[in-house]
């Protein structure tokens, strides 16, 4: 079922499957080596993607919001929105949302009104925030492998995981966790899936962390899901959102 509705997701950004393309020189200012390109997400394109504020905004909330979306053209990379429910709701539905915005207040709960910080900047600009469930692909169709990204929790997400929020509550005592789960596609078939620990026992990643995803092999999609063991009928009750950056790709 999970799987049916990843596809269907897909399917819902239109646009979003051709190829992108841009004349601009200043589109992709990527970092590149012989065998590898990194997508960094700087740039004049990438900070007019950049929603204010950070709920609510035209961008993300806006009456085009369902058509929200990115691309790196020089990878192909695409983020979109997972117009779960239609794109009525925007960015409430899932997706992806370039951001720039830090918060370091995770000494109490914070709310949705900045869901798009993270709590320690990684030296960079900006970064990309994702609202589980959520879907990248590569625009082109061609499948690739992503070696690794960094990743983060956001201000909003470590908060309640630190200091509960009178729905969710503290991840603090031994048998606690908080995954994200990003599982690779190669066209229909899955390729496998990496667990990436956000909270585990008392434990947590509330600094910048390499991922590698090498093992998911050459895909054309990845997905994003999160589980933790405080649940409800509807679902995990930690709020659904996590960062990445730096998104290592071979050629």
């Not at 990194?38 to 740039?43: A, I, L, M, Q, R």
């Not at 239609?86 to 995770?106: L, M, Q």
């Not at 925030?129 to 692909?137: G, I, K, M, N």
């Not at 899955?190 to 998911?216: H, M, N, R, V």
Request: some cysteine; proline content about 2%.
């Amino acid at each position: 079922m999970k799987k049916n509705s990843f596809f269907v997701s897909l399917l819902s950004v239109g646009v979003m499957f051709t190829a992108c393309s841009s004349d601009d020189p200043d589109f992709n200012p990527n970092t590149e080596t012989e065998e590898t390109q990194t997508v960094t997400f700087e740039g004049d394109y990438w900070n007019t993607l950049i929603d204010s504020p950070q709920y609510g905004g035209p961008l993300l909330y806006g009456l085009d919001a369902r058509n929200y979306g990115w691309c790196d053209v020089a990878t192909q990379l695409t983020g979109f929105m997972s117009n779960a429910w239609g794109g009525t709701y925007g960015f409430a539905e899932g997706g992806s949302a370039i951001s720039n915005y830090i918060d370091e207040n995770i000494g109490e709960a914070c709310s949705y009104d900045v869901q798009l910080a993270v709590p320690v900047s990684n030296g960079s600009q900006n970064f990309v925030v994702v609202y589980c469930d959520a879907s990248l692909r590569f625009a082109d169709g061609v499948a690739r492998e992503i070696v690794s990204m960094d990743v983060i929790g956001t201000t909003y997400l470590m908060s309640v995981i630190k200091n509960g929020d009178g729905y969710a509550k503290a991840l603090l005592d031994n048998g606690d966790y908080l995954n994200v789960i990003v599982t690779g596609y190669n066209g229909e078939t899955e390729t496998g899936s990496k667990k990436i620990s956000f909270a585990q026992d008392g434990a947590f990643l509330d600094g910048w962390y390499k991922a590698d995803l090498s093992s998911l092999g050459k895909v054309t999609s990845i997905s994003f899901t999160m589980e933790s063991n405080d649940i409800s009928d509807w679902g995990m009750k930690a709020p659904k959102y996590f960062a990445f950056d730096n998104v290592v790709i071979k050629k």
